[in-house]
């Protein structure tokens, strides 16, 4: 739905050939560079999610069947309201936040690199 607001304000001569085909230079030359925030910000929320994702495995699995689905989301909740390792899980999730840190931080260079 983001993506199809964002196509708004694009010139709708460009996106469409005469033969209803769409056509790959207006494509990679107008089109792709008018959704680049829009993908960025896709990009950047599905990559957090994946990496912070505790809800849905916790509820379904719990990181089970041993320790097949474990998230690092699960595994710090284990390691501070389970195994009272409060230091541990302190440590894991600020790792954690690091990663998404060092993830997220070149996409969004990539992302709004000519804007800067």
């Known amino acids: 739905m983001n993506a199809f607001e964002s196509t708004q304000g694009i010139t709708g001569t460009f996106l469409i050939t005469r033969t209803s085909q769409i056509n790959l230079n207006h494509l990679f030359s107008i089109t792709l560079p008018g959704l680049r925030g829009q993908i ?41 309201f389970t195994q009272q390792s409060v230091g541990l899980a302190s440590a894991l999730a600020v790792t954690l936040m690091i990663l998404v840190l060092l993830v997220v931080g070149p996409l969004q260079r990539l992302v709004n690199g000519k804007e800067q």
């Open 40 to 80: 960025g910000v896709c990009l950047t929320m599905t990559i957090i999610s994946a990496l912070a994702s505790f809800d849905v495995v916790y509820m379904s699995t719990q990181g089970g069947p041993g320790t097949s689905t474990m998230v690092p989301g699960v595994q710090v909740y284990r390691l501070a």
